[in-house]
Protein backbone atom coordinates (compact mmCIF):
# COMPACT_ATOMS: atom_id res chain seq x y z
CA UNK A 1 0.00 0.00 0.00
CA UNK A 2 1.17 3.26 -0.97
CA UNK A 3 0.04 6.74 -0.39
CA UNK A 4 2.09 9.94 -2.14
CA UNK A 5 0.81 13.26 -0.86
CA UNK A 6 1.37 16.33 -3.02
CA UNK A 7 0.62 19.78 -3.65
CA UNK A 8 0.99 21.75 -0.76
CA UNK A 9 3.35 24.60 -0.23
CA UNK A 10 2.88 28.46 0.39
CA UNK A 11 -0.22 30.71 0.62
CA UNK A 12 -1.40 33.90 1.95
CA UNK A 13 -4.26 33.83 4.20
CA UNK A 14 -7.49 33.77 1.68
CA UNK A 15 -5.57 32.13 -1.00
CA UNK A 16 -6.08 28.11 -2.10
CA UNK A 17 -4.05 25.40 -2.34
CA UNK A 18 -4.96 21.74 -3.83
CA UNK A 19 -3.73 19.09 -2.65
CA UNK A 20 -3.41 15.42 -3.98
CA UNK A 21 -3.41 11.84 -2.40
CA UNK A 22 -2.01 9.20 -5.07
CA UNK A 23 -2.95 5.71 -3.54
CA UNK A 24 -1.73 2.24 -5.06
CA UNK A 25 -1.20 -1.14 -3.64
CA UNK A 26 -5.07 -1.89 -2.89
CA UNK A 27 -8.67 -1.55 -4.24
CA UNK A 28 -9.35 1.70 -4.23
CA UNK A 29 -13.09 0.99 -4.02
CA UNK A 30 -12.83 -1.02 -0.89
CA UNK A 31 -11.76 2.00 0.79
CA UNK A 32 -11.97 5.25 2.59
CA UNK A 33 -9.89 8.21 1.79
CA UNK A 34 -9.28 10.74 4.39
CA UNK A 35 -6.91 13.84 5.04
CA UNK A 36 -5.50 14.55 8.87
CA UNK A 37 -3.44 17.39 9.56
CA UNK A 38 -0.97 17.72 12.35
CA UNK A 39 0.43 21.76 13.68
CA UNK A 40 3.73 21.69 15.51
CA UNK A 41 2.64 21.03 19.37
CA UNK A 42 -0.66 19.92 18.35
CA UNK A 43 -2.16 16.40 18.07
CA UNK A 44 -3.19 15.29 14.75
CA UNK A 45 -6.46 15.57 13.70
CA UNK A 46 -9.20 14.54 10.83
CA UNK A 47 -9.68 17.10 8.32
CA UNK A 48 -12.22 15.46 5.74
CA UNK A 49 -12.30 12.37 3.98
CA UNK A 50 -14.08 10.00 0.98
CA UNK A 51 -15.83 7.38 0.96
CA UNK A 52 -14.92 6.04 -2.13
CA UNK A 53 -17.78 3.48 -3.13
CA UNK A 54 -20.05 6.42 -3.04
CA UNK A 55 -18.21 9.66 -2.95
CA UNK A 56 -19.93 10.26 0.45
CA UNK A 57 -17.61 13.37 2.07
CA UNK A 58 -17.08 14.45 5.72
CA UNK A 59 -15.41 17.34 7.07
CA UNK A 60 -14.39 18.31 10.52
CA UNK A 61 -16.40 21.76 11.73
CA UNK A 62 -13.31 23.69 11.43
CA UNK A 63 -12.99 23.21 7.25
CA UNK A 64 -16.56 23.13 6.15
CA UNK A 65 -17.22 25.45 3.47
CA UNK A 66 -13.75 26.32 2.43
CA UNK A 67 -12.40 23.01 2.07
CA UNK A 68 -13.79 19.82 -0.81
CA UNK A 69 -12.86 16.85 -0.82
CA UNK A 70 -12.98 14.65 -4.17
CA UNK A 71 -11.74 11.48 -6.15
CA UNK A 72 -10.97 10.57 -9.50
CA UNK A 73 -11.32 6.57 -9.47
CA UNK A 74 -9.76 5.82 -12.58
CA UNK A 75 -6.38 7.84 -11.54
CA UNK A 76 -7.13 6.01 -7.99
CA UNK A 77 -6.36 9.61 -6.70
CA UNK A 78 -7.87 11.97 -3.79
CA UNK A 79 -8.11 15.37 -3.62
CA UNK A 80 -8.33 18.66 -1.30
CA UNK A 81 -9.04 21.59 -2.50
CA UNK A 82 -8.59 23.97 0.14
CA UNK A 83 -9.98 27.36 -0.48
CA UNK A 84 -9.82 30.25 2.09
CA UNK A 85 -7.06 29.47 4.08
CA UNK A 86 -6.36 30.87 7.08
CA UNK A 87 -3.27 30.87 9.29
CA UNK A 88 -4.56 28.31 11.52
CA UNK A 89 -4.91 26.19 8.80
CA UNK A 90 -1.10 25.34 8.33
CA UNK A 91 -0.01 22.10 8.78
CA UNK A 92 1.57 18.60 7.84
CA UNK A 93 -1.38 17.71 6.17
CA UNK A 94 -1.24 13.36 5.50
CA UNK A 95 -3.23 11.16 3.55
CA UNK A 96 -4.80 8.28 5.00
CA UNK A 97 -6.75 5.20 3.67
CA UNK A 98 -9.27 2.61 5.95
CA UNK A 99 -11.30 -0.34 4.98
CA UNK A 100 -15.09 1.26 3.79
CA UNK A 101 -16.69 -1.30 5.60
CA UNK A 102 -15.09 -0.22 8.77
CA UNK A 103 -15.33 3.29 8.33
CA UNK A 104 -18.15 4.28 6.42
CA UNK A 105 -20.34 7.77 6.69
CA UNK A 106 -18.87 10.21 8.84
CA UNK A 107 -16.17 8.10 10.35
CA UNK A 108 -14.29 8.00 7.80
CA UNK A 109 -12.86 10.75 9.37
CA UNK A 110 -11.04 8.16 11.68
CA UNK A 111 -9.66 6.02 8.11
CA UNK A 112 -5.93 5.24 9.67
CA UNK A 113 -4.68 2.24 8.50
CA UNK A 114 -2.63 3.18 5.97
CA UNK A 115 -0.48 6.75 5.66
CA UNK A 116 1.39 8.82 3.26
CA UNK A 117 4.51 10.66 4.43
CA UNK A 118 2.63 14.15 4.51
CA UNK A 119 3.26 17.45 2.84
CA UNK A 120 3.49 20.93 4.42
CA UNK A 121 0.84 23.67 3.71
CA UNK A 122 1.58 26.99 5.00
CA UNK A 123 -0.47 29.97 5.32
CA UNK A 124 0.63 33.43 6.25
CA UNK A 125 -1.54 36.15 6.84
Known amino acids: VQLVESGGGLAQAGGSLRLSCAAS????????IGWWRQAPGKEREGVSC????????AYADSVKGRFTISSDNPKNTVYLQMNSLKPEDTAVYYC???????????????????WGQGTQVTVSS
Open 25 to 32: GFIFDDYA
Open 96 to 114: AAGLRAYYSGDYCLYASDY
Open 50 to 57: ITIGDGYP
